[in-house]
């Protein structure tokens, strides 16, 4: 099965733990007996891939980046994102359980087709640009591990193949699948627990970079720094996926119990996911902090000096503040705590690129199926959503070193934070539609911390992004002229999903419902018949 079979969702709730119907969706035990472990092991599935998403190789090298420039004095940043990001995937999976379509599935019935090809080329966009951080840092792992003897171009080709032989277990039940991303998360949190442990951080430093929201004597390195943070973090693919993932339980949608029920375990199992990456990220970003704030290139040269690890030279005899990235910063564990870090590091940012490289072909799965309406074989839709991102991925591996790739994780954020608007308005204004949700439909309070949520990404994402680029823009004409039309139309496109969701929570007789949603596909249709039975006049 895939994560985006549609079935009849109507059916009778008698089911067993553990086991699956025969559309294959996980069954929930019946049962009225209050909170019930059985009943979150059953819905337990969907956040942990989540989880893996939300430390794929492009947060690593983000967290260590920011550990080396900011010491911990930007960690509550990525507390801030990962709270942000709860807020926003509880609404996708609220959209998912209520309405039983997930969120490109729902772009396709609301938006007309000019608008809905463009969300889907930049959800395309930000998919490849995930997709490029991951192959990569998994080709970068196995470099590290094979001591150069396996390169990037060639761990691109092995990664590329390993995960599509992993999405085979699909066969051997969804339970298998979400078995192995239970074993991935197990792998990171033991392999980067063990360089916590080494590395001893200072706890108190560490506290107070998570709940003190300033940054003394912080540059626009550490602004952007931050801003890379947000980007990588408050991905938004990861809501179209989410959304989809929710699917994959057998909820009886025609009663409204069954329906709150779900969404109240989906969402702790997605918080104790979402901790889980945000007590990992903590613990790379401690880590780095601890043991290369302020250093030069020359000082960790000096500690490599005599060690054991193999090509510790690449720190150049300067006096630089050490740059890093996945490769170079398990070399300095190497050096710092021995060879056994070296290789547990790169283990662990294996299993974060394989187990992301996964997700990455659920969501682009999602993406093609729900914007374009296409149902297409499973190995077609595998094929054509990977391709986009294998092609470019492969040969900037080719034609690239190591030391090439220092910028294009922070570019690859970059691009990544401006999709961010393409996710969220349309996330906020359709679980805003009392016709679609509801009595499951957003509260005011929840309208304006969402809506905020998205002004607020978008205000910072515009202006140091547009910055960053505008500097370099002004040396090309052709750059900078594409750079106004993109701008364009960006903007007129967010201003349209703002009335979209605007018309979304207005009453039917409003202007802007009657101009922006008189012909949407749902109403047309009467899709409205989503909501739970006993919800209804």
Not at 92 to 112: D, I, K
Not at 243 to 253: E, H, I, N, P
Not at 386 to 403: C, D, E, M, Q, W
């Amino acid at each position: 099965m895939t994560v985006s079979d549609n079935i009849d969702d109507n059916t009778p709730n008698d089911y067993d733990d553990g086991c699956s119907n025969d559309s294959g969706k996980v069954l929930i035990p019946d049962s009225d007996d209050g909170f019930s472990f059985r009943k979150l092991w059953a819905f337990t599935g969907p956040g942990l891939l989540l989880c893996i998403a939300y430390m794929d190789p492009g947060n690593i090298e983000a967290d260590l980046q920011s550990g080396v420039k900011a010491k911990y004095k930007i960690l509550w940043v990525l507390l801030g994102s990962t709270i942000l990001g709860l807020v926003m995937q509880r609404l996708s999976l609220r959209l998912g359980v209520v309405t039983g379509q997930h969120l490109a599935e729902m772009c396709y019935l609301q938006y007309p087709p000019l608008p809905r090809l463009f969300l889907w080329v930049m959800m395309e966009v930000a998919i490849i640009g995930s997709d490029m951080q991951e192959v990569i840092g998994t080709a970068i792992a196995l470099y590290l591990l094979s001591n150069r003897l396996i390169p990037l171009w060639l761990g691109v080709v092995i990664t590329i193949v390993d995960s599509f032989m992993f999405l085979l277990l699909d066969k051997y039940g969804l339970r298998k699948v979400e078995l192995f991303f239970l074993t991935l998360v197990g792998v990171m949190v033991v392999t980067f627990g063990y360089e916590f442990l080494e590395a001893m951080p200072e706890g108190g430093e560490l506290v107070k970079g998570l709940v003190y929201p300033w940054c003394e004597d912080c540059d626009s390195s550490v602004s952007l720094q931050a801003i890379g943070i947000i980007g990588s973090t408050i991905m938004p693919h990861n809501l179209y996926l989410h959304s989809g993932l929710v699917k994959s339980r057998a909820v009886d949608r025609s009663k409204a119990k069954k329906v709150k029920e779900a969404n109240s375990y989906f969402f702790w199992e997605c918080f104790v996911g979402l901790t889980m990456s945000l007590t990992i990220n903590t613990i790379i970003v401690a880590v780095f902090a601890h043991g290369l704030y302020q250093k030069t290139n020359v000082d960790v040269a000096n500690i490599c000096l005599g060690s054991e690890i193999p090509y510790s030279n690449v720190f150049p005899n300067n006096t630089e503040v050490v740059e890093l990235n996945i490769y170079k910063s398990g070399i300095f564990l190497g050096c710092q705590y021995g060879l056994l870090a070296m290789y547990i590091w790169g283990v662990g940012v294996l299993a974060a690129g394989e187990g992301t490289t996964m997700t990455g072909c659920y969501a682009g799965q999602l993406a093609m199926e729900g914007f374009l309406h296409l149902r297409w074989s499973r190995w077609k839709r595998v094929l054509f959503t990977r391709s986009f991102a294998i092609v470019p991925t492969f040969f900037i591996a080719y034609f690239s070193t190591i030391g090439d790739l220092n910028g294009l994780n922070d570019l690859l954020n970059a691009v990544m934070s401006i999709q961010i608007p393409f996710a969220t308005l349309p996330l906020v204004a359709f679980t805003s539609n009392p016709r679609l949700m509801g009595q499951f439909v957003n509260g005011m309070t929840s309208k304006i911390v969402t809506s905020l949520v998205s002004a607020v990404v978008i205000a910072i994402n515009v202006y140091f992004v547009s910055s960053a680029w505008l500097e370099v823009a002004m040396q090309d004409y052709r750059l900078l002229a594409f750079l106004i039309l993109y701008s364009l139309l960006y903007f007129t496109m967010c201003t349209y999903l703002v009335l979209h969701m605007m018309a979304n929570m207005s009453t039917s007789d409003s202007v802007l419902y009657r101009l922006l949603l008189h012909d949407a596909t749902w109403k047309n249709k009467n899709i409205d018949l989503w909501i739970p039975h006993d919800t209804k006049d």
